[in-house]
Structure formats: C-alpha cells, structure tokens
C-alpha cells in the first residue's frame, strides 16, 4: 500500500487520468468537489456513475469497462462493502492505481490488486493529497503559504 509522501507525490505527478466511481452530480457532495478540484487541475476526470448521463461536463459511464480510454486511478466514492467489484473491474481494465477514499477502508481488495501489480491508496483524498503535496491548499481560501503544525506565536497568551 501507498501511504508515504514520495509514493504519493509520485502517483498524482504521474497519473493524469482518473476514473471516478460513485461520482455525484450534487455540487455539494464530497466527490463532486474532488473531481472539480482535479479538473481544474488539469486532470482528466471520467465519472462513473449509472445514475448520470454527464457530470461536471464530461460523459459518464455506468462502469469502469465501459470506458474507452486508459485510465490511470480509480477513485472510489463508494462504501467500503462495495470496493472488491471495483477493484476487479480496475484490474480488467489495467489501471494503475485503486484509491480509495476517506472513511473507505478495504484492505482485501487493495491487496487483491496489489497482487496483480496495481498500486493501492486506502482512506485518503485526492484533492486532499494533491492541495497538500502540490499547493492547492489556497484553492479554497487557505492561502497561508506555510505549512506547519506549529501554533502562531501571534496566537500565544
């Protein structure tokens, strides 16, 4: 499993194409924010949802193998319980990469990828990682230009 920062870094510098499974069309919805962040970034975002015909302007499919083109991640938006389908559709497809995100824990399905020489991410974002690694963080209003645990010494009593 991928959970280092270099191994992290790597991923989102090198993979430009990322599958969304469970992608919502709801602006308010975690995975609908994620997508729009990567897109704006200059990832291609491909949703995956039955429900949908297109999402944030590009076509949807209702699932991974219906998709035309390589795809490099595939970011999973669903419950932890509906994960080992997907993974086994990532590893038909020949993705590179099974992210799973936050609260999204499967650790049988990454290592069934693992073993067919995916790469696996568990329990993070990718809009998270890529603010955090590539400094997106002022995407949002955040723009403190440092990143620090550290308690401002303006906040001090």
Not at 105 to 113: C, D, I, Q, R, S
Request: include cysteine; proline fraction near 4%.
């Amino acid at each position: 499993m991928v959970d280092d920062i270099p191994g992290l870094r790597r991923i989102l510098k090198t993979s430009k194409v990322i599958a969304v499974v469970g992608l919502s069309a709801d602006w308010f919805r975690p995975s609908y924010f994620a997508a729009k962040y990567m897109l704006e970034h200059g990832y291609t975002v491909i949703p995956v949802n039955p429900k949908y015909d297109a999402i944030l302007g590009q076509k949807c499919y209702k699932s991974l193998r219906e998709i035309p083109v390589k795809v490099d991640i595939v970011d999973c938006f669903r419950k932890t319980e509906d994960i080992m389908p997907i993974a086994e559709d990532a590893i038909a497809i020949g993705a590179k990469v099974l992210w799973q995100q936050l609260g999204v824990k499967n650790t049988e399905a990454a290592g069934k990828v693992e073993a067919a020489g995916l790469e696996a991410v568990i329990d993070r974002c990718v809009k998270i990682e890529h603010a955090r690694l590539f400094g997106g963080l002022n995407w949002c209003g955040v723009n403190t230009k440092v990143i620090s645990a550290k308690r401002p010494q303006w906040l001090s009593y």
